[in-house]
């Protein structure tokens, strides 16, 4: 699976899925897709771009811990 791919499918999950996204998430997303290595840095890097994109909103409220939600239209 390219990157491409991999984000596409990503991209959709989290259009039609709900609530936190976090690496851990994601790494269980590529699994159930058969994605070779769902590595914790890829995952991370994911959630990275499609939030650049627009598409997520980092929540760092929480020093320990970070997640990524849907964000909503203004």
Known sequence: M??????????R????G???WTTHRVQDLYRASSYAAPFRRTARQDLSVLARQGLL???????GRR???????A
């Open 2 to 11: 390219s990157a491409a791919d991999r984000l596409a499918l990503l991209r």
């Open 13 to 16: 999950a989290v259009r039609d």
């Open 18 to 20: 709900r609530g936190e």
């Open 57 to 63: 909103v980092l929540d760092d409220t929480d020093p």
């Open 67 to 73: 997640c990524y939600r849907l964000k909503r239209s």
